[in-house]
Every structure is written in C-alpha cells, then in structure tokens.
C-alpha cells in the first residue's frame, strides 16, 4: 500500500457520539497535516505535526482533538460536534524541510453530523 | 437562516485549447506559491510550485507564471484533455523552510469538453 490512507472514507455521527478518524502514510515523511474543506469555505489548516510534535493548531475549537503517535499516524477525535462541523477532513503528509509546500494528500473522510 | 456555500470561478475549453487558471493572494511574505489539482471524490493532488524569487516555472503541460507586483499567480495547462477537470486551487507557504502550512484560495472549476 502507498501514499496516504484514511479511514473511514464516511462518517454519519450524532452530536454526543466520540469518534476518530485515522491517517496513515507509507512515504517516509515526517510532517503531518489535517486540514478541514467545507462548501463554505477554502481548505483550512487544522493541526501540523512535525517529528511527532504539534507545531501548528489553528485556532481549532477543543472538540476537535488529535494524536500523533508516530510519524506514520495521525488521529483526529471527535466528541461533541456541531453540525456546522460537518465536512471532508483531510490528511495530509510532506517531508521535512521541504518548505515548497508540496503536500501528498489522502483522500479525505466525509463526516456527518446530525 | 439559508448557508450560502463558495460560488467557484469556472472555466470552460474544448479539448486541445490552451487553460489559463488565474489567482490572487495576499502574503508577500510567502516563499512558495503552489498549485493543486482535486477530482471529483479525490484528495488535492499537487501540480507545480513555484519559490518567490522566480517569476516563471514550467512543467510538463504546464506553466506558473508569478507577478509578485500586483500579487497574481496564474497556471496554464497546454492542451487541455478530458482528464484534465477538475477543481485547481492555489495555495502559499507562509510555515518557512520546515514543512507547509499552505493557506489555500477558493479553487477553480475546469470543465473540458470533447
């Protein structure tokens, strides 16, 4: 398997459930990204993750909660969402240093909440 | 009250004409200019990038010009083909040489007819 996986593709949630989504990348990289892309709005930097270490959190309300175990996984929790949270949340990968922007992305997970 | 999503510029060709995909951005301090390609169902794939001190940069079929004067980057896409539609967003690197926080513009719609 290559490039960066997500799981689960949909999601349909009610408002009290917790749920997480996973991403895993098979490229070696060690930058880790979320980004949220709603019809509303362009694509929005969520949480950046560097070396395992949260470097960026882009003013992200707290029911929004990621983990970054290792430099293959990236976890982002969900608990108590609104329905204006509803969006395709998407994980993305580079490698360090890269600074050109050149990001290798998944392809997204659909959420839903009801 | 009724949400109002993103209305997305279009553009329509014939196959073989020549794309030109126009953006505006408002960081002069950003290093790296990206663009994205998204189909339909799919994650942001990345095309081309070019770094701020550079006014031109081509690829294969395709060519980001950047006017740092009037801060317009634009993609043109050489003989557009059928698998060329998709949604075309640019995007700058404001997160320096150690990975990228890309802050991403509202996308273009390419259609391509037969």
């Known amino acids: 398997e290559t490039g960066v996986t997500q799981t689960p593709r949909h999601l349909v949630m009610g408002m009290t459930n917790k749920k997480s989504l996973k991403c895993e990348q098979h490229l070696g990289h060690n930058a880790m990204y979320w980004y949220k892309q709603s019809a509303k709005k362009p694509l929005e930097l969520m949480f950046v993750y560097n070396f395992k270490e949260q470097t960026e959190n882009n003013s992200v309300p707290s029911r929004f909660s990621p983990e970054c175990p290792n430099s293959s996984h990236l976890f982002l929790h969900l608990h108590t969402l609104q329905p204006e949270d509803s969006a395709l949340y998407l994980c993305?990968?580079?490698?360090?240093?890269?600074?050109?922007?050149?990001?290798?992305f998944g392809e997204g997970s659909r959420l839903t909440v009801l | 009250g009724e949400s109002v999503g993103l209305h997305l510029p279009t553009l329509s060709v014939q196959e073989g004409d020549n794309s030109i995909i126009n953006c505006a951005y408002s960081?002069?301090?950003?290093?790296?200019f990206i663009w994205y390609k998204q189909e339909s169902g799919k994650g942001p794939q990345f095309i081309i990038d070019?770094?701020?001190?550079?006014d031109k940069r081509q690829g294969q079929r395709v060519t980001v010009l950047l006017n740092k004067t009037v801060k317009h980057l634009s993609l043109q896409i050489a003989a557009t083909q059928p698998g060329d539609s998709a949604v075309y967003f640019c995007?700058?690197?404001?997160?320096?040489?150690?990975?990228?926080?890309?802050?991403f513009g509202q996308g273009t719609i390419l259609t391509v007819h037969p």
């Open positions: 070019i770094r701020s001190n550079m």
């Open positions: 960081n002069s301090a950003s290093d790296y």
């Open positions: 993305a990968s580079s490698e360090r240093g890269r600074g050109s922007g050149e990001l290798f």
């Open positions: 995007a700058e690197n404001t997160g320096g040489t150690s990975y990228g926080k890309l802050t």
